[in-house]
């Protein structure tokens, strides 16, 4: 009877012994898992040169002048020619390396989402939870999920405005690896298209309190006649509550739809458009 109340005891230890080991494990874990939460906004992007978005060194941006240079594919080639990559020009006739044709931009005309990777050049939020990683984005409030729990990718990912994430730790970088994305969405500003193929790398890391880079790589073969890669600065802001900016929010609010410019349905608006707008030009000739 003894033996039994004693053998019993013991191993009631043992679980206890190893429950709490377990714990101390997970808790030395955590703290050896670098934190990337909170709000972070785009601080430094390449900027097409000549524009006047380089010269105050703000507004629109991509991830890399090399997708701006890379030769295309030819069906890529042909949909940059017809909304004109990175051709617009404002009102006061500076470049803005945006697409002249903003009717093409599901983003302008259609209320879609930006999608990946088109959202990360703007401001988000890091939220690090058990199995994932989540980022919400200002832009719509959109989240993405990012699964750090050793799965693969699914077989059949494809048609996601985010795309299928899948994350792991390499010493203090989070490498995340992206595909399974729709092709409805443009890659930037600049209006660079891309395929269902696309496959995207990323690499964040802080380089100081404050700072957090994005080392980020593209592979497209449909699309690009090679890979590229770019570099994103991000800059903390501790303390700021996030303000999701609805796409449409206009055209739901405005009682006129031509308020609601650009966001309404019809054809694109003949407002202050430039001489040296000469898709939009040939556009209003032909009509």
């Known amino acids: 009877m003894r033996k039994g109340l004693f053998m019993t005891t013991f191993a009631l230890m043992a679980i206890f012994a190893v429950g709490a080991l377990m714990a101390a494990e997970a808790q030395t874990a955590a703290a050896r898992t670098p934190d990337l ?17 380089e010269a105050q060194q703000g507004g629109a941006t991509v991830f890399s002048l090399a997708e701006t240079k890379l030769p295309l594919q030819s069906w890529a080639l042909e949909k940059c020619k017809v909304i004109g990559c990175g051709k617009d020009v404002n009102a006061y006739g500076w470049p803005t390396g945006e697409a002249a044709d903003q009717t093409k931009d599901p983003w302008i005309m259609k209320c879609a989402p930006l999608g990946f990777p088109r959202v990360m050049l703007g401001t988000y939020e890091i939220f690090q939870v058990s199995r994932r990683v989540l980022m919400r ?45 729709i092709d409805a969405t443009w890659l930037d500003p600049f209006g660079t298209p891309h395929s269902d193929s696309l496959h995207v790398v990323e690499r964040f890391r802080r380089t100081g309190p404050n700072s957090l880079q994005l080392d980020i790589s593209f592979d497209d073969p449909k699309t690009f006649t090679a890979p590229f890669a770019g ?22 609010l405005a009682d006129n739809p031509a308020d609601a410019w650009p966001f309404f349905v019809g054809e694109y608006p003949k407002i202050n458009v430039p001489e040296t707008l000469p898709v939009l030009k040939k556009k209003e000739q032909q009509e």
């Open 37 to 53: 939460s909170g709000v972070w906004n785009l601080k430094e992007a390449p900027r097409i040169p000549g524009t006047r978005q």
């Open 231 to 252: 570099k994103l600065i991000f800059e903390a802001r501790p303390g700021r509550e996030l303000q999701p900016v609805l796409t449409c929010e206009d055209k739901i």
């Open 137 to 181: 984005f200002q832009q719509d409030g959109s989240v993405r999920e990012i699964w750090m729990d050793g799965r693969k990718h699914p077989e059949d990912a494809g048609g996601l405005w985010m795309g299928h994430s899948i994350g792991r730790w390499e010493g203090d970088t989070l490498v995340v690896d992206t595909v399974g994305l």
